[in-house]
T-cell receptor, first 118, second 110 residues
Framework: GAVVSQHPSRVICKSGTSVKIECRSL??????MFWYRQFPKQSLMLMAT?????????EQGVEKDKFLINHASLTLSTLTVTSAHPEDSSFYIC??????????????FGPGTRLLVL | GIQVEQSPPDLILQEGANSTLRCNFS?????LQWFHQNPWGQLINLFY???GTKQNGRLSATTVATERYSLLYISSSQTTDSGVYFC????????????FGDGTTLTVKP
């Protein structure tokens, strides 16, 4: 099946620093990737839709200057949490949309990145 | 926006038992997926099922789009089935632009 990787899997940083998370589709091309955030014991909340070669589309309430998304190629999207604060601590998960033969199939998720801001 | 309600919120089973998880949604959808999140956080997609019935081994799912619900059946449960099961629905062509339910936490005891 399709594989999506994320790096790093876990990061601890000091308040005020920026953290970059990479999401890669390893064996397929993804024109569209998605970034989610999940707090403990809660569901996934969509943060933004990342489109290759164009600006990301952010969900209501998500600060685009805080969470910078770059989708520079068909296999890589990055999420940068700028000037991170303790309230940004969360589990960040990316997914990539698989389209086969022009038909939407499903989305595949990366393993997630646990961010802890001290 | 669309509301997604999953039931039950928690379920404890003995190994070998069967179970049915439900997902109700408030509006018409054209994509619906079931996922299993394991204890390490990895989400595994089980079914892409905007309508109809599908089966994969011990798991099967049915979506009745006109009545706005989907069911996930787990038969002969195993301890490795433990985790959180999410239903995610959407109404545009992006499978990922979906609204997730709050999940059902399944614990299968040996």
């Amino acid at each position: 099946g399709a594989v999506v990787s994320q790096h790093p899997s876990r990061v601890i940083c000091k308040s005020g620093t920026s953290v970059k998370i990479e999401c890669r589709s390893l064996d397929f091309q993804a024109t569209t990737m998605f970034w989610y955030r999940q707090f403990p014991k809660q569901s996934l909340m969509l943060m933004a839709t990342s489109n290759e070669g164009s600006k990301a589309t952010y969900e209501q309430g998500v600060e685009k200057d805080k969470f910078l998304i770059n989708h520079a190629s068909l296999t890589l999207s990055t999420l940068t949490v700028t000037s991170a604060h303790p309230e940004d601590s969360s589990f960040y998960i990316c997914s990539a949309e698989l389209i086969g033969g022009g038909v939407l199939e499903t989305q595949y998720f990366g393993p997630g990145t646990r961010l802890l801001v001290l | 926006g669309i509301q997604v309600e999953q039931s039950p919120p928690d379920l404890i089973l003995q190994e070998g038992a069967n179970s049915t998880l439900r997902c109700n949604f408030s509006d018409s959808v054209n994509n619906l997926q079931w996922f299993h999140q394991n204890p390490w956080g990895q989400l595994i997609n089980l079914f892409y099922i905007p309508s109809g019935t599908k089966q994969n081994g011990r798991l099967s799912a049915t979506t009745v789009a006109t009545e706005r619900y989907s069911l996930l059946y787990i038969s002969s449960s195993q301890t490795t089935d433990s985790g959180v099961y999410f239903c995610a629905v959407g109404y545009n062509t992006n499978a990922g632009k979906s609204t997730f339910g709050d999940g059902t936490t399944l614990t299968v005891k040996p």
